[in-house]
């Protein structure tokens, strides 16, 4: 079977290897006679999976011991409200970087439990095509926290640095670079990211937060959205999204036998440069509307120059099966998403074909 390459920008592609070993202890789970799906979250079995992917995800990115991880759900989203309703401490506002759609989601929500939101700086004027420069943010140094999105999904952009919060907490909705590359966790306050890009399947959220920034929850949050709650019931406060937890733990053994972030980082590297030079090289027939030094290494959008050949694009890319091809409704065009799980061989299969289809229609 010719292979299928699925640039999905999530629930995306998930290591073949991660698949199969899933597949083979479907049914039962190292002798247990069962599968996870089966287990009760408070048996010998699932204690050890989930205490596992902890430990292996705190060895990959090497978490410091004063923080919590937590395995939640509700999705990214979910966090937009949390972050606010545990973080604002009795602080009247929050900073934000606005930088596209996810950050102005993130925004709306902390609207709703902040007196005030204060963008310290937006790209919006030039379309959300790069990431305001760091010194001409302003900031307000009574806030809360900081706010910033490490990736935007939609638009393309991603920060090639993590910015100095100063004196006040670093949050970060890292739900689309997760583990894509190393990051020193010691400079955030939290990190929240879903599952469904880098990690595993849909229903899983993780939560990483310094210690000292839970317990002092805005009044009337609901007992779920406490992260001090989660954190002193070992995120098995009420049931987890077990079979979730464990697949994320095979794709952190995995990321593990890949080397760790910094091999996953350089890989990463070569994939969008490959894609990116494709584009940069197509004399127009192809276009990326980022500013380079912004271009995310994990979601690549682009346009054709004539864009009634969208349609053909996709279909030709589908028979090829290159899938997943069309970009999100709000940017048009296309959008290949080339997360750790896409290996470099999808990425060629896909620039032979961005420039066999150019070759034919120019
Ligand atoms: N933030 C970012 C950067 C995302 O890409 C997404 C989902 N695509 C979300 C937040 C929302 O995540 P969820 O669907 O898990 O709530």
């Known amino acids: 079977m010719t292979p299928v390459f699925n640039f ?6 998930l290591p073949k290897e991660v698949l199969l070993e899933v597949q083979n202890e479907v049914l039962d789970w190292h002798g247990s006679g069962m599968s996870v799906m089966e287990m009760s979250h408070r048996g010998r079995e699932f204690m050890q999976i989930a205490a596992e992917a902890e ?9 410091p011991a004063n923080y919590k991880v937590l395995f939640l759900q509700g999705g990214a989203t979910t966090q937009f409200a949390m972050v ?27 609207r709703k439990y902040a007196q005030a939101v204060n963008v310290v700086a937006s790209s919006e004027d030039r379309n959300y095509s790069y990431v305001p420069a760091q010194e001409t943010w302003k900031r307000d140094p009574e806030a809360a926290y900081l706010h910033y999105t490490s990736n935007e999904t939609i638009g393309g952009i991603e920060f090639p640095f993590v910015p100095d919060s100063r004196e006040i907490p670093l949050v970060c909705d890292m739900s689309s670079n997760f ?9 955030f306050g939290l990190i929240y990211g879903g599952a469904q890009k880098n990690i595993g399947p849909a229903g899983l959220t993780i939560v990483i937060v310094r210690e000292d920034l839970l317990g002092d929850v805005v009044p009337g949050t609901p007992t779920m959205f406490d992260y001090k709650i989660q954190a002193d ?11 979730a937890i464990y697949v994320a733990g095979l794709v952190f053994k995995w990321m593990q036998r890949q080397g760790g972030l910094k091999a996953i980082e ?11 030079e494709t584009i940069d090289t197509s004399s127009g027939f192809y276009t990326c509307p980022v500013d380079k030094a912004f271009r995310s290494r994990m979601n690549v959008p682009f346009r054709l120059g004539d ?5 053909d694009f996709i279909k030709e890319a589908r028979a090829r099966n290159l899938l997943q091809l069309k970009g999100h409704r709000a940017m048009g065009g296309m959008r290949a998403s080339i997360y750790n799980a896409m290996p470099l061989e999808g990425v060629k299969a896909l620039t032979t074909f961005m420039q066999d289809f150019a070759r034919h229609r120019a």
Do not use: C
């Open 8 to 13: 999905s920008a999530g629930p995306a592609v």
């Open 55 to 63: 430990e292996d995800l705190r060895a990959i990115l090497g978490i």
């Open 84 to 110: 606010p309703m545990n973080l604002l401490r009795g602080h009247r506002s929050i900073d934000f970087v606005d930088t596209g759609h996810w950050s102005k989601l993130a925004m709306k929500e902390a």
């Open 179 to 187: 583990l894509s590359r190393p990051v020193d966790v010691s400079r």
């Open 233 to 243: 019931g070992d995120s098995m406060y009420n049931t987890p999204p077990t079979f």
């Open 266 to 276: 350089q890989r990463n590297i070569e994939k969008a440069a490959l894609l990116y």
């Open 307 to 311: 864009e009634r050949l969208d349609e």
